[in-house]
């Protein structure tokens, strides 16, 4: 069964009031759930209400109710759609349950992710969720020393969050041991299939009991990863929730057309504006994270970068300065731009085009987040425009540009074709897009592409912009 259903995440905090279950009673059933009726342990249900959270997301309401009743499960959500707890709330309600503790060098559940930024994160849920209990949780990421792991691993851990490289080398030298492990869940699946990970999850897999709880979540299908589900669930129930990007209507967004040496000024113009409180600011290289972030750290403008390159205890003081509001802006490569979960990034700006189209939407997913609005820039160069082409074929919008596009120079303009960036007022080659297609804001534009160059950009951003849709098998 398919229903399309609107949906935003409620903010934290935000308690719905009779009036709005009222409102949503009609087209939302998963909101006739709270998670009180879910059946979770008390211990529980009180630091989820102790975290301002009442009513379940639709992943939420249609995963716990399976993972309760030991179903596995295929989730096929984003981050941003409350996955995390979709599937922490039920792990931790079987451990409260059961009550029976490891033994030395087991664990009772593993969580998989991509990377360390999510681990780290994903091991923060879990502490917020289970603060009324006595349930243990353990990080097992790479890039720091192993001993603080190793020891505590070694008196048995409930809960332990990995990284695949580190878990296999502890596997190896017989730190942890996973033949009593009751529940997997592997997180983010298709990043770990870009990352080179598939072979290292099926090493994993293989050390586990046949008989166990699986859940696999990912935010797309690629036949790669519907194969790691054939071989590795049993019977699973298939839930799918579709939408990155409430953002796109709460982002305003824009493109500003320069040539590549005014980026750094344009940049710095950018993120002195007092509207700035905090911005992620994406480049596409490393080396392009450090120049970029010692070019703000010179103008005055409190900044860190994040990326491969740089040590675990780098990585984690940049996500720790940027969360706790000392470091205003992070620069970052595509690496944060998947999972990383702060509510309150008011700026995005895009200081190169990713090479992937996907990527920007990721990318600008990072602001308006919890209900919040947000503004996301891209700067965009000559040699940039054709990926400028891509994304918006994908998001099936044209982005309106910013102020400096007077700026181009003119050789830098595209002359082919007719130039919807040429000037805010420029006539769209398309039809223009109906309410009902596109949500405008005051002073942006939107010039429609036709849908039927670009089929599938306009289904992703209808199901981007918003709604979410649900599948249950
Ligand atoms: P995730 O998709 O797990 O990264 O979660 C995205 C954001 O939604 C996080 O800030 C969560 O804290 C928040 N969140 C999770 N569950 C709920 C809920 N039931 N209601 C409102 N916000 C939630």
């Known amino acids: 069964m398919t229903a399309a259903i609107s949906y935003e995440l409620p903010s934290r905090l935000e308690r719905p009031s009779a009036h709005s279950d009222e409102s949503h009673a009609g087209t939302r059933p998963d909101l006739l759930t709270t998670f009180d009726t879910l059946g979770l342990a008390e211990p529980i249900l009180k630091a989820i209400a102790a975290d301002g959270y009442s009513t379940p997301t639709p992943i939420q309401g ?44 087991h664990c009772n559940a593993l969580i998989l992710t991509p990377t360390r930024e999510l681990a780290a994160q994903i091991v923060d849920n879990i502490r917020a969720y289970s603060k009324f209990t006595n349930i243990s949780t353990t990080l097992v990421v790479g890039g720091v020393r192993p001993g603080a792991q190793i020891k505590a691993l070694s008196g048995g851990v409930d809960i332990v969050v990995a990284t695949p490289g580190r878990l296999l080398d502890h596997l190896g030298t017989g730190v942890i041991n996973l033949s009593a492990t009751k529940s997997i869940v592997v997180d983010e699946a298709d990043q770990m299939l870009d990352l080179g990970f598939l072979p290292s999850i099926r090493k994993v897999m293989a050390k586990l009991p046949r008989t166990r709880l699986t859940a696999l979540l990912s935010a797309t299908m690629p036949g790669q990863i519907r194969k790691l589900a054939d071989d590795f669930l049993d019977d699973p129930a298939e839930i799918k929730v579709a939408a990155v ?46 120049n970029v972030c010692k070019h703000l750290i010179a103008a005055g403008i409190n900044s860190a970068a994040i990326h491969g390159n740089k040590s675990q205890p780098q990585r984690e003081r940049a996500m720790a300065g940027f969360r706790s509001g000392a470091t205003t802006v992070l620069v970052a490569t595509d690496i944060a731009a998947r999972g990383i979960d702060i509510d309150d990034v008011s700026h995005v700006v895009n200081y190169e085009l990713p090479n992937v189209p996907e990527s920007y939407v990721h990318r600008i997913g990072r602001t308006a987040r919890a209900g919040r609005t947000g503004t996301a820039i891209s700067l965009c160069d000559h040699e940039e425009m054709p990926l400028l082409r891509d994304i918006e074929k994908l998001i099936g919008n044209q982005l309106p540009c ?13 002359d082919a074709k007719p130039q919807p960036h040429a000037g805010k007022t420029a006539p769209s080659p398309a039809p223009r897009a109906t309410n009902n297609e596109t949500r405008k804001r005051p002073g942006h534009q939107h010039h429609k592409i036709d849908p039927a160059q670009s089929r599938d950009g306009l289904m992703r951003m209808l199901s981007n912009i918003g709604e979410f849709t649900q599948t249950a098998a």
Request: no cysteine.
């Open 62 to 105: 249609k995963v716990i109710p399976q993972l309760l009743s030991e179903r596995d499960v295929i989730g096929i959500a984003q981050t941003g759609t409350g996955k995390t707890a979709s599937f922490v709330l039920p792990l931790l309600h079987r451990i409260e349950s059961e009550k029976s503790k490891p033994a030395p060098k």
């Open 402 to 414: 910013g102020s400096e596009a007077k700026e181009m120079p003119s050789r830098h303009s595209r």
């Open 245 to 290: 990007s409430k953002p796109i209507e709460r982002i305003t967004q824009s493109v500003r057309h320069i040539a590549k040496q005014d980026k750094r000024r344009v940049l710095a113009d950018i993120l002195s504006d007092k509207d700035v409180h905090r911005a992620v600011v994406f480049t596409r290289t490393k080396r392009g994270a450090d």
